[in-house]
T-cell receptor, first 114, second 111 residues
Framework: NAGVTQTPKFRVLKTGQSMTLLCAQDMNHEYMYWYRQDPGMGLRLIHYSVGEGTTAKGEVPDGYNVSRLKKQNFLLGLESAAPSQTSVYFC?????????????FGPGTRLTVL | GEDVEQSLFLSVREGDSSVINCTYTDSSSTYLYWYKQEPGAGLQLLTY?????DMKQDQRLTVLLNKKDKHLSLRIADTQTGDSAIYFCAEMAGGYNKLIFGAGTRLAVHP
């Protein structure tokens, strides 16, 4: 049982390049989330999904797209990276209705956009 | 909208108690959480409290909730160097178990 895993761990992009971050969970969770963490700002929700085939916008969705083709995977895409997207990205998952179980987090992806 | 605020830094001596404070705005929040983040790692759930509780104790951790003032605190007794980390307060808000996080309090423990 690996929990929540993220690929890659580190990445450096040039402005305008694209990339996809992969999140995988093996806990059969319905809900999955993508956050970004910036110094002094805590975690902000980018997009989330409440089940396979569904996605919804969070607090800071601009410049990102997501897909949830399989229940266990949640992909975050940057079509044209900008320096403002330099951040640490965290994926999390949560079982539907399991409020006391709250969210399980992956180890993060550190992205630098030059 | 919802907002969660915390002080950014706390320094304590090893063996002393640490108290990390948090204020939140959404009075309908049913659960409030404390997460710990060690360097280079993701967030780990430390403890949570249901909104109809005033206090919850879990070994060295004590959570106090003042719902009237929308104030949450985390007390760590006998603080150790291994407690050095960033601590995030979070409230559940907006459905689908979404969380609103504070900016995090960096706890530094010195000998």
């Amino acid at each position: 049982n690996a929990g929540v895993t993220q690929t890659p761990k580190f990445r450096v992009l040039k402005t305008g390049q694209s990339m996809t971050l992969l999140c995988a969970q093996d806990m059969n969770h319905e809900y999955m989330y993508w956050y970004r963490q910036d110094p002094g700002m805590g975690l902000r929700l980018i997009h989330y999904s409440v089940g396979e085939g569904t996605t919804a916008k969070g607090e800071v969705p601009d410049g990102y797209n997501v897909s949830r083709l399989k229940k266990q995977n949640f992909l975050l895409g940057l079509e044209s990276a900008a320096p403002s997207q330099t951040s640490v990205y965290f994926c999390a998952s949560n079982g539907q209705g399991a409020t006391t179980d709250t969210q399980y987090f992956g180890p993060g992806t550190r992205l630098t956009v030059l | 909208g919802e907002d969660v605020e915390q002080s950014l830094f706390l320094s304590v001596r090893e063996g002393d108690s640490s108290v990390i404070n948090c204020t939140y705005t959404d009075s309908s929040s049913t659960y409030l959480y404390w997460y710990k983040q060690e360097p280079g790692a993701g967030l780990q759930l430390l403890t949570y409290i249901f909104s109809n509780m005033d206090m919850k104790q879990d070994q060295r951790l004590t959570v106090l909730l003042n719902k009237k003032d929308k104030h949450l605190s985390l007390r760590i007794a006998d603080t150790q160097t291994g407690d050095s980390a960033i601590y995030f307060c979070a409230e559940m808000a907006g459905g689908y178990n979404k969380l609103i996080f504070g900016a995090g309090t960096r706890l530094a423990v010195h000998p």
